[in-house]
């Protein structure tokens, strides 16, 4: 219980101001505390539940700036494609299924960023792959958020919608998780409860840190999140080979 109360609430205000302030990390920042306090399954679900509430309080504070149809484009495939990859991650190894999926991202990310006309994603078909992609790898690697920068970086969508567009875009991805794996977390009330105001403390922090921050800082940020979520994924797979 020691554990729970000092390891919680310091991942999750820390994935809650991070995905405030870029767009998004939640899940990055705080799933590896809390899967080392609640396990390997009931740690992500607890991750897709609160990644849930954050992406609700800032998408209806910042709902106007939310552009709908990029947000379907989005969403639509990722819903497609989370069972397509719910089926592989049964059916092929994960260790070299994360090595592909994050090396890929890695390269095509490190493209974009070193080249001003590698623009991979773009239009109709960029947010479609984009998002097909998202919803694959959160399901097969637990890491969706790069391949969404990725797309935004190729059309160089402006941060600010980018942000709210992206909770939107979230909330169909984590529901979608959640009824994957069985709905609610089974872990302790007090645990829970923990979890709940650290998850407010963060939001608040993020809030106030977001109107000091630039929005092309915040950009660099999600960007190098993205990469760090790609590396992670290759080196997972290469541990777990």
């Not at 991942?11 to 998004?24: E, H, K, N």
């Not at 494609?81 to 070299?96: E, F, H």
């Amino acid at each position: 219980m020691t554990t729970e109360l000092v390891l919680l609430p310091l991942g999750v205000v820390a994935g809650a101001l991070t995905q405030r302030v870029t767009g998004i990390g939640f899940a990055l920042v705080c799933a590896p505390l809390l899967v080392l306090v609640a396990g390997p399954f009931e740690g992500v679900v607890l991750a897709n539940l609160l990644g849930l509430i954050v992406s609700l309080v800032v998408f209806v504070a910042h709902w106007r700036d939310t552009e709908w149809r990029r947000g379907l484009l989005l969403a639509v495939p990722a819903l497609v494609a989370i069972p397509l990859g719910a089926w592989v991650a049964r059916t092929v190894p994960p260790a070299p299924l994360m090595v592909v999926i994050g090396s890929l991202v890695i390269v095509a990310l490190g493209a974009v960023v070193l080249s001003t006309r590698a623009r991979v994603l773009k239009g109709t078909r960029g947010a479609v792959a984009a998002g097909g992609a998202s919803g694959f790898m959160n399901v097969t690697a637990g890491v969706g958020g790069p391949a969404i920068v990725l797309y935004a970086v190729s059309t160089d969508w402006e941060h600010r919608k980018f942000v709210a567009t992206f909770q939107f875009y979230s909330i169909f991805t984590n529901v979608a998780s959640l009824a994957a794996k069985g709905g609610l977390p089974r872990i302790g009330t007090t645990a829970l409860l923990v979890s709940l105001g650290a998850l407010a403390v963060g939001l608040l922090c993020g809030e106030l840190l977001s109107r000091h921050v630039d929005h092309a800082a915040a950009r660099r940020l999600a960007i190098g999140l993205a990469l760090t979520g790609a590396c992670f994924t290759v080196v997972k797979g290469v541990l777990s080979w």
